[in-house]
């Protein structure tokens, strides 16, 4: 058990805004959040399963929406609370502890201010260690574990709670849901029992988001060997360093989609392409894929070290573009069918980090 | 307290067609259903409010999506009593009566079906006494009872309970989930007490959709004088006898919309369009209106006077078209912003009946 403090709390903000690999809506605003639920209501726990009852429920929260929108929009709270009340009621049952079901983002965040809340402790895994844009990727899918019951819920009062037949199916209702509720609400999904996410879910996300944005901060201070000791720890390396020299953004069905394509620093005749659906998901150089999904893209300030987000990337903007391999969890049978290219309908290879040519 | 009877049966079929004013999904096809239903689980029985317990929980089931859709996907059964059933669970109560959302249409027949395999009586009474494309669009809404807490349900188990702001959105919701779920699904909403059916329901709807379409098969029958009797039990009136010379349909978000237009049987200066929104909403002369919302539009074969409904239209069909006034507890505040022509975004005076110039 470790009890959050502020100073923790920073340190997250910057690691999930790395692990939210562009995407995965906006930590620092979901940081207000979870002070604010700190001031009121006190701090929160960040526990093992070993620390909870095995049969006790775990209920998750997230927000579900379009980056783009949730940023202008920032979430008002009570869809939060609202989700896993509602799911809560619907189950009949009460939870013994939060689960963020993405650390990578804002949704690392927001289950800890409904924690504070609802005073329960938050677990410490989660079932993506970065963002996905879809509901159904995640290992509790590779598991078998239903998303559904699930209840979606905006910020006026609107809830609904589904039961479907399989994870696609609840990823194709709740986002026609999202897009009718103004592309910025509560999801809670996923419920499960305490002994569900010892054995399916992604152990530590928690403490390993907290650890990385720790030595990534440590960089941004440009503290001497800073970076090395970030890249170790993560396991991340840098593919390309260059100049944003072309950004194409939309938003359709949903979801944010676009490309970004950068010029490399010193050799102008090398680009990368980065493809991004509300996460950054593929870089290539060349067509030749370097880093893919589920391995994490992660494009960097090339001055400061901060984590840019696909909202926030800019022409002209240099910029460092790493990566780092996805949670060893992933590893496992049907992970390229849910969450490898051609999952998002880029016909190429996964090339698992380290394995590149 | 009326037994349902298989000659009553198809009466109602014959007076729900008409009831359907041309949309409401085929009554012909849920007839099969309720007789289906009848033979395994025994008859129905029509009760009025008075019947029962006054506090009791009514619930509603319909069919919801676009009728073009519907005709081809033959509902399969178990979304509805699937719908009524997660309602119930949802509200944690069992019903006393089941009752119709919409007396026109496929929707007439459905709640017999349900109610035959749950045991229950249904109450003789409904929302609209004609067919809406829009769950908002009851009297129900006029008095302020919300369509939710409301469940959607397809064939295959997914199952979604609504709590929304107001009817609108409930509409909004439901429609997008459906647009998910394939356009031919159950719904059950505006769950009430028995007292609030007969404070605001429209009363003895599934009697005199019976009754209408009795007196309409002896119009099919050539029955003397039959035609008179049923233009005045229903105070209907002929306003137009023709030819189809042209005809636009399409399905667009959801909804089976079109013009219909009529070259007058002997006079060919005159011609009248109709425009469907899933039902028969408008028709007018030289851009004036003659029939319109929520008033009804029916259009009956001018030969056999069987109802035609907007899938079955043709070009070159011999046709009249027919208008029955609106069930008289629509003529309340608020009915035109509801129902009204303008509700349909159709820019013209509602003509009560008998009133046109």
């Given at each position: 058990m470790r009890e959050l403090t502020l100073d923790d709390l920073d340190d997250m903000v910057l690691g999930a805004t790395l692990l939210g690999t562009g995407g995965g809506g906006d930590p620092y605003i979901a940081r207000l959040m979870v002070r604010q639920a700190m001031e009121d209501f006190g701090t929160?726990?960040?526990?093992?399963?070993?620390?909870?009852?095995?049969?006790?429920?775990?209920?998750?929260?997230?927000?579900?929406?379009?980056?783009?929108?949730?940023?202008?929009?920032?979430?008002?709270?009570?869809?939060?609370?609202?989700?896993?009340?509602?799911?809560?009621?619907?189950?009949?049952?009460?939870?013994?502890?939060?689960?963020?079901?993405?650390?990578?983002?804002?949704?690392?965040?927001?289950?800890?201010?409904?924690?504070?809340?609802?005073?329960?402790?938050?677990?410490?895994?989660?079932?993506?260690?970065?963002?996905?844009?879809?509901?159904?990727?995640?290992?509790?899918?590779?598991?078998?574990?239903?998303?559904?019951?699930?209840?979606?819920?905006?910020?006026?009062?609107?809830?609904?709670?589904?039961?479907?037949?399989?994870?696609?199916?609840?990823?194709?209702?709740?986002?026609?849901?999202?897009?009718?509720?103004?592309?910025?609400?509560?999801?809670?999904?996923?419920?499960?029992?305490?002994?569900?996410?010892?054995?399916?879910?992604?152990q530590g996300s928690m403490s390993y988001c907290v650890e990385l944005g720790k030595r990534l901060m440590a960089v941004q201070r440009g503290e001497a060997g800073s970076f090395d000791e970030f890249l170790k720890f993560a396991e991340a390396k840098i593919y390309f360093s260059g100049k944003i020299i072309d950004l194409d953004r939309r938003t359709t069905d949903g979801f944010a989609k676009g490309t970004v394509v950068i010029e490399h620093m010193t050799d102008p005749n090398r680009t990368m392409h980065v493809e991004i659906q509300n996460e950054l998901l593929i870089a290539t150089e060349d067509g030749k894929p370097i880093i893919t999904t589920p391995d994490l893209i992660c494009i960097l300030d090339y001055e400061n070290a901060q984590p840019i987000t696909t909202e926030t990337l800019a022409y002209g903007q240099r910029v460092n573009v790493i990566g780092l391999p996805c949670a060893p969890e992933w590893h496992q049978p049907g992970m390229l069918e849910l969450v490898g290219p051609k999952a998002f309908g880029y016909d190429m290879p996964y090339v698992r980090m380290g394995e590149a040519k």
């Open positions: 929160v726990k960040i526990v093992t399963p070993s620390e909870l009852d095995p049969d006790g429920l775990v209920l998750t929260v997230a927000v579900i929406g379009a980056p783009t929108v949730i940023s202008e929009k920032v979430p008002a709270g009570p869809e939060f609370t609202g989700v896993v009340n509602a799911l809560a009621s619907y189950l009949g049952k009460k939870p013994v502890a939060i689960m963020p079901i993405e650390v990578g983002g804002m949704n690392t965040l927001i289950p800890l201010a409904v924690a504070a809340e609802l005073g329960l402790p938050v677990i410490d895994a989660d079932s993506m260690r970065r963002a996905f844009p879809q509901i159904e990727m995640t290992v509790f899918t590779l598991a078998g574990i239903p998303a559904s019951p699930m209840s979606v819920a905006d910020e006026k009062g609107n809830v609904m709670v589904f039961e479907t037949t399989d994870n696609q199916m609840a990823e194709k209702l709740a986002r026609s849901a999202v897009m009718q509720l103004g592309l910025a609400n509560g999801i809670s999904c996923y419920s499960m029992t305490v002994r569900q996410v010892a054995e399916a879910g992604i």
